[in-house]
């Protein structure tokens, strides 16, 4: 009735009219959810973005330096990161109410990097 009362050719349109005024604020109220929908998606695709922006200029970097210079404990420390940076990516779109298109990725780098970790284990 709200939508109905707000347009003023409700008051003197037939039912054709006011099924008209109906599916044009069907129409309406759709498209801002499609706007909405990819504002909260762009969102946690950028917070993805940052998080796997950090892993390549930060942790995989400190993990191949500690390996290199001798010291595993540091390498392990950035392939823990690198695995939480994974999960932390994955819960972003459900904090954002969507399902993930990146399930499959994230997981892969997660496990990927777990498995590097526990390589790196039997370095300490």
């Not at 069907?26 to 929908?37: E, L, P």
């Not at 819960?91 to 990146?102: A, D, M, T, V």
């Amino acid at each position: 009735m709200s939508t109905l009362l707000t347009n003023p050719k409700s008051s003197t349109g037939d039912v054709s009219d006011l099924g008209l005024i109906m599916v044009s604020a069907t129409k309406a109220k759709s498209t801002r959810a499609i706007q909405q929908i990819k504002s909260l998606y762009r969102r946690a695709l950028n917070e993805c973005a940052q998080m796997y922006i950090a892993v390549i200029q930060a942790d995989v970097p400190s993990a191949m330096q500690a390996l290199d210079g001798g010291q595993p404990k540091f390498a392990e420390d950035g392939m823990a990161d690198t695995a939480v940076e994974a999960q932390a990516c994955e819960r972003s779109f459900i904090e954002h109410g969507q399902k993930s298109p990146l399930t499959k990725m994230n997981k892969d780098i997660e496990n990927v990097a777990n498995v590097a970790r526990a390589i790196i284990r039997m370095l300490l």
